[in-house]
């Protein structure tokens, strides 16, 4: 059984930084993507951050230039770096993974920006 377990959310003032891991249980070139979503209360999950099997990065428009999306394969672990935070990236935030058609999500870690 899959699974991926993340860290390092935490309370941070806007502006400031914050590195979230993913490690999964296993070999992370098995999964088609890696993704980082995130959910704000009272609204829907978003795509925040991809990484593709080969290494490609796609983001979403409130990420592009603020968050890095990498990967340590000999730890089997993703890292989202979140810089120049704002009070609207409060969420928690979701490491998935799939397989073609088989998906995989952890728990979440919780982000809050705030004075």
């Known amino acids: 059984q899959v699974q991926l377990v993340e860290s390092g959310g935490g309370l941070v003032q806007p502006e400031g930084s914050l590195k979230l891991s993913c490690k999964a249980s296993d070999n992370i070139f098995n999964y088609n993507t890696m993704r980082w979503y995130r959910q704000a209360p009272g609204k829907e999950r978003d795509l925040v951050a991809t990484?593709?099997?080969?290494?490609?990065?796609h983001y979403s428009v409130s990420a592009k230039g603020r968050f890095t999306m990498s990967r340590d394969g000999t730890k089997n672990t993703v890292y989202l770096q979140m810089t120049s935070l704002k009070p609207e990236d409060t969420a928690v935030y979701y490491c998935?993974?799939?397989?073609?058609?088989?998906?995989?999500w952890g728990q979440g870690t919780q982000v809050t920006v705030s004075a």
């Open positions: 990484m593709t099997v080969g290494g490609t990065t």
């Open positions: 998935f993974a799939n397989i073609l058609t088989r998906q995989y």
